[in-house]
Every structure is written in structure tokens, then in C-alpha cells.
């Protein structure tokens, strides 16, 4: 099955960009009709969409984040890389990478185990 994790550092001062890479095993990122998103949920908050990069390639984000939020991908190393710049502690969550369901964006059915991101001087 399908295998996601995420890496990255836990521990990002502000104003600077938080960067997290997802690496996939046992599926390959350019699969036709598959979706590679990040989702993440600030405590004792829900889940937020932050953006997806296709099997094509092609990228979309969440109009709230686009203008600080970059998502490319590796295929040689079949990862994708987040990067979202000029944090704040508001950007402190739990981070994760997921598979969209087949032709799906936001229902997924492979998820990575997460990680926290704490944004602080």
C-alpha cells in the first residue's frame, strides 16, 4: 500500500519559511488521476486544505495561503515539497501529506502520520 512521510523541521522562527518534504513509497507521484496535497490542523482547530500539486504537475493552493505558499515535487525521488513563507505563530499545526482518492482532491485515502510544526523565536 501506499506510503506517505512527512520530514522537515519541527522548530521555524518567524517572518522565515517553513519547508517540509513528503516522500512516497509504493506509489508513484506522476500516476495519472492522483492529487498529492498538504493539509494542516492548528491545535484545537480542524483540518485545512493548504494546496495540491497533481500528477501533472500542475498546482493549486488555498486562496488564503496562495501568496505565501510554493508546492513542487522530485520525481526522481518521487517527493513533494512544501514551502510557505513568512510564517507566524499562526502557522503553527500539525502538518500532513495526502493522496487524493482516484480523480479526488479533497477525499483521501493515503495519509502521512504528520508532523508538528511550531513557529516561535
Known amino acids: 500500500q501506499v506510503q506517505l512521510q512527512e520530514s522537515g523541521p519541527g522548530l521555524v522562527k518567524p517572518s522565515q519559511t517553513l519547508s517540509l518534504t513528503c516522500t512516497v513509497s509504493n506509489g508513484s507521484i506522476t500516476t495519472n488521476s492522483y492529487y498529492w496535497s498538504w493539509i494542516r490542523q492548528p491545535p484545537g482547530k480542524g483540518l485545512e486544505w493548504i494546496g495540491y500539486i497533481a500528477y501533472s504537475g500542475t498546482t493549486n493552493y488555498s486562496p488564503s495561503l496562495k501568496s505565501r505558499t510554493s508546492i513542487s515535487r522530485d520525481t526522481s525521488k518521487n517527493q513533494f515539497t512544501l514551502q510557505l513563507s513568512s510564517v507566524t505563530p499562526e502557522d503553527t499545526a500539525v502538518y500532513y501529506c495526502?493522496?487524493?482518492?482516484?480523480?479526488?482532491?479533497?477525499?483521501?485515502?493515503?495519509w502521512g502520520q504528520g508532523t508538528q510544526v511550531t513557529v516561535s523565536s
Open positions: 495526502a493522496r487524493g482518492a482516484r480523480f479526488e482532491i479533497y477525499v483521501y485515502d493515503y
